[in-house]
């Protein structure tokens, strides 16, 4: 890795905490003074990624427009990530006409044809439509590839398993991601998931499995590069996990009662963690911090005021831009 590279991967991991952190501002501004969920100009549950950030800087690093990105019901930071238009996503998720979707679909299923993202609000449900993608994608003589990212709880799927079996057997371009934040919901993994790392799950597929530890972005890139080049070269897949951290609730509303760790989360922050290490390396100061968070904040601000400068859907247009028998 070279400097430009980590500074590159700091600059993500600050514009995908900056977004989410405004998201989190927009949402609760108006569900006030008790807490209505389907109140206010972002009705409906909120699932934000602060703490992920690592897992998609890292891997949507080695990835272009044209690769395609399965994400989770928290998407976020991987549609960012890949690129996908911070306004129009941002549109969306205020469902507003200029969103991804013309406002039908909400912040759970952002679906940019562009940059080949989409995502869902069921469980596993990425990781089928992948192999597709990554089987269309060969067939047409491309080494473009699929990237299906799937939380620790869902690797408990079915949809899990039928998909990594295929995908080895038909040695498709897949690399799929499992994002490990301890906590399925509400349940701790060690309450639902009978291995310790669900890496180790893909040698009974017949496929690399490697679990990169410590939220780390700079191990997470390592590991996707030799996901991403042995997809490439038409090698097959790979599973990685990363062991992340989810810093705030399930969904925007959740007491989290359940969680014995709430009081050290805060020290496990990976952005200011990896600052630390381009501090020491002399890649970073004060200065270059503020630089970084201000450019983010004005892309945000600018991707806020465009949805809620958007208009909202006529209700004479709802049965436009669906599927219908």
């Known amino acids: 890795m070279d400097d430009q590279l980590r500074l ?26 008790a807490f209505d ?13 602060a703490g992920q950030e690592p897992a998609a800087a890292g891997i949507c690093a080695h990835l272009t427009a044209g690769d395609a990105v399965t994400a989770t019901h928290r998407p976020h930071h991987f549609a960012i990530a890949h690129g996908v238009d911070l306004r129009a996503m941002t549109a969306e998720i205020f469902g507003r006409v200029g969103g991804l979707g013309r406002g039908r679909g909400g912040h759970m299923h952002l679906f940019d044809p562009a940059t080949h993202f ?3 609000g069921i469980i596993a449900e990425g990781y089928p439509p992948a192999l597709g993608q990554a089987l269309a994608f060969r067939r047409r003589g491309t080494d473009r590839i699929a990237v299906a990212v799937t939380g620790e709880g869902a690797a408990n799927q079915g949809a899990f398993h039928e998909s990594l079996n295929l995908a080895a057997l038909w ?16 349940v701790p993994r060690s309450a639902s998931t009978c291995v310790t790392s669900n890496a180790d799950r893909a040698a009974g597929y017949g496929m690399p499995g490697e679990r990169v530890e410590d939220n780390s972005v700079e191990a ?43 009081e050290g989360v805060p020290g496990r922050d990976p952005i200011p963690t990896y600052e630390a290490a381009l501090r020491e390396r002399g890649l970073l100061d004060d200065t270059g911090i503020e630089q970084v968070r201000k450019a983010a904040s004005e ?27």
């Open 299 to 325: 892309r945000v601000e600018d991707a806020i005021a465009f949805a809620r400068a958007s208009a909202e859907p006529d209700p004479a247009t709802a049965r436009d831009h669906v599927f219908a028998r």
């Open 37 to 49: 969920i389907g109140a206010g100009a972002i009705p409906g549950e909120m699932h934000l990624s």
């Open 118 to 120: 989409s995502c869902s």
């Open 8 to 33: 590159d991967l700091h600059r993500m991991m600050v514009l995908i905490r900056t977004f989410e952190e405004a998201i989190l501002r927009e949402y609760h501004a108006d569900k006030k003074p």
């Open 220 to 262: 997470v890139y390592e590991a996707a590069g030799r996901a991403v080049e042995r997809a490439r070269a038409g090698h097959g897949p790979s599973l990685i996990e990363v062991h992340t951290l989810r810093l705030w609730g399930h969904f925007e509303g959740d007491a989290q009662a359940y969680r014995s760790d709430l």
């Open 171 to 186: 040695r498709l371009p897949v690399v799929f991601v499992v994002e490990d934040n301890d906590w399925g919901i509400s």
